[in-house]
Antibody, heavy 122, light 110 residues
Framework: QVQLVESGGGVVQPGGSLRLSCAAS????????MQWVRQAPGKGLEWVAF????????YYADSVRGRFTISRDNSRNTLYLQINSLRAEDTAVYYC???????????????WGQGTQVTVSS | QSALTQPPSASGSPGQSVTISCTGT?????????VSWYQQHPGKAPKFIIY???KRPSGVPDRFSGSKSGNTASLTVSGLQPEDEADYYC??????????FGGGTKLTVL
């Protein structure tokens, strides 16, 4: 069965950096696009970034472009999110999610991890 | 890119039907047939229930249905069951490689 396990979250000071990881199993990771989505405490979901199956194309939300970098290592079945210049408003649970294959485009996600908490605080 | 607009709450009794709206603009919901819906129970990851406005992935009960009119998409839950109590989120492609979510609706089964 599909499993997505995020790690790397923690408490970091404003301006700091973190690298989040998402270990994937149960499907052919190297063939499928992946997403990061975040959820601030008590708030709704916010799309963060998408990466194509081979890493050639990457898309970012305006709120994170230039500070966050999505990447993947298909040999390790792992998705990453490098987050720099952290701000208080980046405090959230960060989910990785797998692209739903049976739809045109990259707009739907059929499996989600349990998330990793990022807290930005001095 | 602004979030899509959803009512903060909705409710219904067991067996009834409830419809949750998701209002966007002519640049997102109104422009594309790429609206998805997700269900999220407290403390859990979201679950995928609708894609391309009306389609259900296998395993999702047919009590869940989606529709769209103009800039507003809707999710209808028929024959409400206690386990349907959850938060529901819509999302839409918004052009220019952007994806936008709604603010979420808390569905209460009375």
């Amino acid at each position: 069965q599909v499993q997505l396990v995020e790690s790397g979250g923690g408490v970091v000071q404003p301006g700091g950096s973190l690298r989040l990881s998402c270990a994937a199993s149960g499907f052919t990771f190297s063939s499928i696009g992946m997403q990061w989505v975040r959820q601030a405490p008590g708030k709704g979901l916010e799309w963060v970034a998408f990466i194509h199956y081979d890493g050639t194309n990457k898309y970012y939300a305006d709120s994170v472009r230039g500070r966050f970098t999505i990447s993947r290592d298909n040999s390790r079945n792992t998705l990453y999110l490098q987050i720099n210049s952290l701000r208080a408003e980046d405090t959230a649970v960060y989910y990785c999610a797998k692209l739903w294959l049976y739809s045109a485009g990259w707009y739907s996600m059929d499996h989600w991890g349990q998330g990793t908490q990022v807290t930005v605080s001095s | 890119q602004s979030a899509l607009t959803q009512p903060p709450s909705a409710s219904g009794s067991p067996g009834q039907s409830v419809t949750i709206s998701c209002t966007g603009t002519s640049s997102d919901v109104g422009a594309y047939h790429y609206v998805s819906w997700y269900q999220q129970h407290p403390g859990k990851a979201p679950k995928f229930i609708i894609y391309e406005v009306t389609k259900r992935p296998s395993g999702v009960p047919d009590r869940f249905s989606g529709s769209k009119s103009g800039n507003t998409a809707s999710l209808t839950v028929s024959g409400l069951q206690p386990e349907d109590e959850a938060d529901y989120y819509c999302s839409s492609y918004a052009g220019n490689y952007n994806l936008v979510f709604g603010g979420g609706t808390k569905l209460t089964v009375l």
